[in-house]
């Protein structure tokens, strides 16, 4: 299993939220790149960088934080929030970016995403998959489409995307355990795909149960950061 440490960017300072909410906002620490580096120490090799002002805004803020991390560490990064134009996506990719997750456009200009998946290839881009009720949300979590969860990965599926990053925002931030059934549903539907949960990991046992069911990959926020899962103990359960 790949373990990925997150990264919620607001204001250029790392940030958590609950269930998505902007108000609920609670700051960590105002310097990424020190935690960006704590993460390497500790063996990790992939972060994944969430731009929060980019999703809300509709277009890319955090740039100079990503080239900060990309230009510091040897840390592979996924990026995502407000990419919305090829521009956009360039930049970040020229600032250091290994692969971009794009979780709103692929709702809203499903034929500019699929362009890109032609353009970059399938292993550039992250679906990103924000559930909310079996539907999936868009712009920051402030909207919820009339998309239901799988005609979204097969429309996509299609195209050749296998790295989907599916979140159930009802989990987000709550510390109280993944959606194991959704994540063995989506595998059961697509055994080759390579699934990246998020949302919800509480403690160590949540990351073993997810290895143990066969789920690829896993990314955590809170519950680093909250001090309830050790560093060390974590990046042993690392592939």
Not at 140 to 152: A, I, P, Q, V, Y
Request: aromatic share 8%; proline share 3%; glycine share 10%.
């Amino acid at each position: 299993m790949r373990i990925i440490p997150a990264i919620d960017l607001i204001d250029g300072k790392c940030v958590r939220l609950t269930k998505g909410e902007y108000d609920s906002k609670k700051v960590y620490s105002d310097n990424p790149l020190d935690m960006a580096k704590n993460f390497e120490q500790h063996g990790f090799q992939r972060l994944h960088l969430v731009d929060l002002d980019g999703a809300k805004a509709g277009k890319v803020i955090n740039l100079p934080v990503l080239e900060s991390i990309c230009s510091n560490t040897g840390l592979k990064v996924d990026f995502g929030g407000g990419i919305k134009t090829d521009e956009e996506l360039e930049k970040v990719l020229s600032a250091g970016a290994d692969q971009v997750t794009i979780g709103s456009l692929a709702v809203k200009d499903p034929v500019k995403v699929k362009e890109w998946i032609v353009r970059y290839g399938a292993d550039k881009i992250i679906l990103g998959a924000d559930v909310k009720e079996q539907m999936i949300a868009v712009s920051g979590w402030l909207e919820t489409s009339t998309l239901e969860l799988f005609d979204f990965i097969d429309s996509y599926y299609a195209y050749g995307i296998r790295h989907v990053l599916c979140t159930d925002i009802s989990k987000d931030g709550m510390l109280q355990g993944p959606a194991f059934s959704l994540y063995d549903d989506i595998m059961k539907n697509y055994p080759d795909l390579q699934l990246i949960a998020s949302g919800g990991v509480s403690g160590i046992e949540d990351v073993r149960k997810l290895k143990a069911v066969g789920i690829p990959a896993v990314v955590i926020g809170k519950a680093i950061y909250e001090g309830r899962i050790d560093l060390k103990e974590l990046a042993s359960l690392n592939d």
